[in-house]
């Protein structure tokens, strides 16, 4: 299994969980550390735009004053300490 960080912001990140080389799931991961590339929740989904929908959703609080929105930016990273 692998996991790809598509976007970053906040305590939010857009995974893909890829088996095989094949995109097997999204999450839109709640309580993302970097270092150990764990979560705390997850709204998963086999659909990238039902997926993206979330995240945007979810992380648009922490980004809609920053010119990095959903970007993983550091005004984002502030909000939330692990």
Not at 5 to 29: F, Q, T
């Amino acid at each position: 299994m692998t996991k790809i960080v598509l976007k970053r912001c906040g305590r939010y990140a857009l995974i893909a969980i890829m088996y095989d080389s094949k995109v097997h799931e999204y999450v839109c991961a709640c309580g993302y550390n970097d270092k150990t590339h764990q979560w705390n929740q997850g709204f998963y989904s086999f659909d990238i735009n039902v997926a993206l929908d979330e995240f945007n959703k979810r992380s648009s609080p922490y980004c809609s004053k920053c010119e990095y929105t959903n970007e993983g930016c550091i005004i984002c990273k502030k909000l939330w300490q692990y």
